[in-house]
DNA sequence: AGGATTTTGGACTTGATGCCCGTTATCTTA
DNA sequence: TAAGATAACGGGCATCAAGTCCAAAATCCT
């Protein structure tokens, strides 16, 4: 029979053998970090065949890379909340921070395994942050106020300053909790650390 | 004869060979990146035999890592020598900043090769800076000052950030000049981004 | 010059990748 | 529920890099 064009229900093994993959991945994550896996151990965990697992994805970075997705439309979906809520600029903006910070925190095990892993996961998850990032000062800023620092370099600059921060803070075991750690990010952030350094020593 | 014990002057040819090694290292990093080098990659480009390469580094990232030392120096030296330098805080603090923007400058496909390449020379890099700029906050702030916000959240910050605009900045052919990124990079790590969101749209 | 040390190059093992293909299991749909 | 389509299996195969080892040759140091 002929394939119907628009959209086909996947098939259910496929929908399985996908699934599988994608969780035996997390939990080997967890168990080895991402660098020390490889694929044959993903199958064999997986109990899927290896020509299986190639023909579904090309490589160990394609399997994260599609299956870290679903954490975009989470936090995606929190900004728009944040966005939608009134207030002033200062609890408006950098509307991802505490979200992330509740879910790492509430995945802690998953996002250490991510962090403490390979340069693929920090680097899509760098994305999506500096696409949130991008969309909020679009929103936030007024057009006519560009100054001489290119839009861009203030994405990098939060964007970076935060995976930092995150990071630290998972190999920390989330010590201080995330409304705290969030605090401390957006205060740094908005206010400068000029503000910290000062504070007992303004000359 | 019997070793001496406190400093042997270095055989030659273990000088020449771990001074082929790097070069050729870094040589090929320009050329193919980071990741996509191959021992034997390295030993065929120095003319180096595979075996004098193991009796020498366990690995790529050991090579890299003893490679990459010299530049702790530079940055240290000019680090101590802004320091004496007298000034307001402003001008004072962020010291690696200009000196990293210019050193990248000056090698710009080294640093390319290096940011766009494996985690290792990144990790690194990042280790130096958090040493100087956790040294430059010891110098800076007042011991009583301290906040609610742990002084290593603001090293990780700032050198998460630095490193995150560098990046950038060198994927875009180091476009605006050393004096401008820096200025920018401490404006807003100074003064928050608050500055700059709210410049034309002060509600 | 001569003993010490390094370098060499090739052989060997191990283990991962990626691909192929005939067979078997499972799904879809009519 | 039976038939035809499709996916999964699994074993084999070629390729390549990582490490290790060793005897012979080259080079250094004094």
Redesign the interface.
Known sequence: MVMQMTKMSIDRRVARTRDTLHQTLMSLILKQGYEAITIRDICDTANVGRSTFYAHYTSKDDLMRSGIENLRSVLVDRQRAAQANPGD??HR?LGFSLTLFEHARDHIDLHRGLVGG??VALGIIRQILADLVRGE?AA???K??E???PR???V??????????L??WLDRGAKPPPT??DA??R???????????????R?
Chains 1, 2 share one sequence.
């Open positions: 600029i200062r903006s390979g340069t000062l936030t800023v007024d006519k106020s100054g001489a620092t861009e370099f203030v990098q600059y939060i964007v970076g300053a935060y995976m930092a921060v990071t630290w705290e750690v401390m990010f205060r740094l952030a908005t206010d400068g650390i000029l503000a910290h350094l000062a504070e007992g020593d000359s």
